[in-house]
Nanobody, 123 residues
Framework: QVTLVESGGGLVQAGGSLRLSCAAS????????MGWFRQAPGKEREFVAA????????YHPDSVKGRFTISRDNAKNTVALQMNSLKADDTAVYYC????????????????WGQGTQVTVSS
């Protein structure tokens, strides 16, 4: 069983930056692919970033490419999401997730989820 705890959310002005962090406990962190997702009110959960278990493969959708960067530190059991040039449309609850196997963009294929952290971007 893997427990994930996100932190780093908050209120930021458009154009600003935030760094989200997700700390994992239980399980073998270095064997999990990790992902970040977000969900705005009234919308479906949206894929934001994913990273393979060793960090060799990273994927960001076009909506955040060039602005968001996922990274991981297997020695510290953490995964981070650096978010730059934030826009009002980035406002959402951000979740980290873990799965055994290769990285994927599909939320239902992730086995473990954190409780989420709110990111609010004011325009």
């Amino acid at each position: 069983q893997v427990t994930l705890v996100e932190s780093g959310g908050g209120l930021v002005q458009a154009g600003g930056s935030l760094r989200l962090s997700c700390a994992a406990s239980g399980g073998t962190f270095s064997s999990y692919a990790m992902g970040w997702f977000r969900q705005a009110p009234g919308k479906e959960r949206e894929f934001v970033a994913a990273i393979s278990w060793r960090g060799g493969f990273i994927y960001h959708p076009d909506s955040v490419k060039g602005r968001f960067t996922i990274s991981r530190d297997n020695a510290k059991n953490t995964v981070a999401l650096q978010m730059n040039s934030l826009k009002a449309d980035d406002t959402a609850v951000y979740y980290c997730a873990a799965r055994s196997g290769v990285l994927t963009t599909t939320p239902s294929e992730y086995n473990y989820w954190g409780q989420g952290t709110q990111v609010t971007v004011s325009s």
